[in-house]
């Protein structure tokens, strides 16, 4: 036998275990083990852009971080992954741009003298010094500000030097954009009727948005959702927490009653970050920088209550409710979304670390006091109360019409059948 045919010895390795997955709990503030809910199904819901300005990295940051743990849980573990993320595009930033966006094109649109230039950016000036002072422990945004108004105080020297001056306006209102645009938003953003103005401008942020995840190989979401098409089940879902007692309705704006809440021995406010309660900065960054005056300060019990709904003021885009025209607040929408397509229940829900507080705590907190509210209806009237939507009912209180008296469809009867099943056994488990 020659030493070729000698058999080379191996040793069989031992068998190992499974491998464990483990996540950084937020809640926990620790890495746990991971277990879906449901096998090898993993529901997740992801907090996506408010679409008013380009993607920035941060955004990068925390897409391509979530884009890796998902390749991980789907390619590597082999987990059934239905991916959620949602598009703010009704929001105070996005208000306030398109507005800002609109009445600077108008503006330039017009023929003006350059004195009336000079004399108009004078007057924006001031109000962006005025703006200056005011932004109290903002200390970015005041440098950020003070900068622009130096060079547009430079700009204005030139200008009033100067002889030719066509040229001297066509070189002072690119310089002056920004601050004529807070001053003709100040003086006739309320004049503002064209709500496809936010429209356009929240899909154009979007597009880009996708355009760039795309750059980065970050996989699309298996589901996107956005705020605009939900405003109905928006409603819905702060209707039931006015009706369990924990929203109050001030001026025909909903707040959420945070020391309502945080009576109750069963619930805690701010689960994520109980130390931020009382954090004036991050409590105005949540509610929007159209929520913040003395006026909308002074219809909450409490200034540590959140917006669940605001009253729409004029040049804001608006859609009816029990409590007259308005629009959503910042956190109820990811609680109604992420309930609509994933139920009560998910595995993942994850976001920028800087919307733990308020957002995030927020969501918690709205989200366990509308499950209570609807584990507490009768599935025979969940649906009956909706006469704007339905004409007729069976015995059971599943819908059998439209309001109009059209007979439902048999899609939409087994849906309707299978959310009457859901709530039966909610309002079982309730009463036992």
């Known amino acids: 036998m020659t030493s070729e045919s000698v058999p080379c010895r191996w040793t069989e390795p031992s068998p190992t275990q499974t491998p464990v997955l483990k996540l950084y709990n937020s809640l926990t503030k620790q890495k746990n083990e991971f277990v879906p809910l449901n096998g090898r199904r993993v529901l997740w819901y992801s907090c996506g852009p408010t679409v008013y300005d380009a993607s920035h990295m941060g955004h990068a940051r925390s897409y391509i971080s979530f884009d890796i743990m998902r390749r991980v849980l789907s390619d590597y573990f082999k987990y059934d992954v239905l991916y959620v993320m949602n598009v703010t595009d009704v929001d105070d930033k996005i208000i306030n741009k398109a507005r800002k966006h609109h009445l600077l094109s108008a503006y330039k649109a017009k023929l003006h003298s350059l004195p009336d230039v ?223 397509i994933l139920g009560e229940r998910a595995d993942i829900h994850t976001g920028g670390m800087d919307l733990k507080f308020p957002h995030h705590d927020n969501e918690i907190a709205q989200a366990e006091r509308q499950k209570e509210a609807q584990a507490s209806i009768p599935p025979k009237e969940m649906f009956r109360s909706q006469t704007d939507k339905y004409g007729a009912f069976d015995e059971q209180g599943v819908p059998t019409t439209d309001n109009k008296g059209q007979p439902l469809s048999e899609k939409q009867l087994k849906k309707l059948r299978k959310e009457w099943e859901e709530q039966k056994k909610r309002y079982e488990s309730r009463s036992t």
Not at 203 to 220: I, P, S, Y
Not at 230 to 259: M, P, T
Not at 291 to 300: D, F, L, P, T, W
Request: aromatic letters at 8%; proline letters at 4%.
């Open 118 to 340: 000079i004399k108009d950016v004078e007057e924006a000036l001031q109000v962006l010094r005025e703006k200056v002072k005011n932004e109290l422990g903002q200390l970015t945004r005041r440098l950020c500000w003070s900068r622009i108004a130096t060079r547009v105080s430079a700009a204005l020297n030139e200008s009033r030097a100067t002889t030719d001056q066509e040229a001297a306006k066509a070189s002072l209102i690119p310089v002056a954009e920004d601050t004529l645009a807070v001053w003709l938003d100040a003086k006739h953003g309320a004049e503002v009727t064209d709500y496809s103005i936010f429209s356009v401008l929240s899909r154009h942020w979007e597009d880009e948005f996708h355009k760039d995840m795309a750059a980065l190989n970050v996989l699309g979401p298996d589901v996107l959702t956005r705020v605009s098409e939900y405003i109905e089940e928006i409603v819905a879902y702060v209707q039931k927490i006015v009706a369990n007692g924990y929203a109050y309705v001030s001026n025909g704006s909903v707040y959420f009653d945070v020391a309502k809440f945080s009576s109750s021995p069963d619930h805690t406010y701010a689960k994520l970050v109980p130390e931020a309660i009382g954090d004036a900065k991050a409590m105005a960054e949540g509610e929007g920088e159209l929520s913040m005056g003395a006026e909308r300060q002074q219809e909450k019990r409490s200034k540590n209550d959140f917006a669940l709904w605001k009253a729409s003021k004029p040049g804001e885009p608006r859609w009816p409710s029990p409590w007259g025209d308005g629009r959503p607040g910042w956190h109820i929408e990811c609680s109604v979304m992420a309930c609509d």
